[in-house]
């Protein structure tokens, strides 16, 4: 089968893969209508980015790890654990206790990975350092931004992993963790 036009639609493509980094180079991405992007009622400023620095590498580099570890995981995916996140972010800042799950039981693994590292973190700081926990509305803010950010970087093919692949290059995360989720696939 043709890796040309078949790329991310039929074939699941490593991250390492020459071939797909050459077409990712010259790959436009998607036109994305901005009135159209879920949660347009959030704001997210640059103030707000650079005033919770800490928390929104923490989430990017968290999500990515998580996307890395999950065998089979595409960018659909982490669209899916991001919605399914700020679903429940967003009903907590009602007052409501109630937890969104993602559907699909990959998207549900990087949902739950995530949570666990985000309240290990949260934990962390409290004790160790003396730090408060960040408030459900920082965390809403940054997983929108999440959001917001893989819907704009993703390329929309059936398994394509284009916003996973931006992510881990952005933040340098080695080859090593993709070829352990290679392996058990």
């Known amino acids: 089968m043709c890796c040309g036009n078949q790329r991310e639609v039929n074939i699941f493509c490593p991250l390492d893969c020459q071939y797909l980094r050459e077409a990712r180079l010259h790959e436009k991405p998607p036109a994305i209508d901005p009135k159209g992007l ?14 919770h620095e800490e928390l929104v590498l923490f989430c990017t580099f968290t999500l990515a790890d998580a996307a890395l570890r999950t065998p089979g995981v ?9 919605a399914a996140l700020v679903r429940t972010y967003r009903t907590s800042e009602s007052g409501l206790v109630y937890e969104t799950r993602a559907e ?14 985000l309240a ?8 160790k350092e003396g730090l ?3 408030r459900n509305a920082e965390v809403l803010g940054v997983l929108v931004f999440l959001e917001r950010s893989a819907i704009t970087n993703q390329n929309g093919r059936p398994k ?9 290059e952005r933040l340098n995360i080695s080859q090593e963790a993709d070829t352990r989720t290679a392996l058990v696939t």
């Open 74 to 82: 595409v960018d659909s995916d982490v669209l899916a654990a991001l």
């Open 104 to 117: 699909d039981r990959v998207a549900a693994a990087v949902q739950e990975l995530f949570e666990r590292s």
């Open 160 to 168: 394509g992993r284009a916003y996973i692949d931006f992510v881990r």
């Open 132 to 134: 408060s926990s960040f």
């Open 38 to 51: 879920p949660n347009s009622d959030i704001r997210i400023y640059e103030q707000f980015l650079r005033d």
């Open 120 to 127: 290990d973190f949260q934990k962390t700081r409290q004790e």
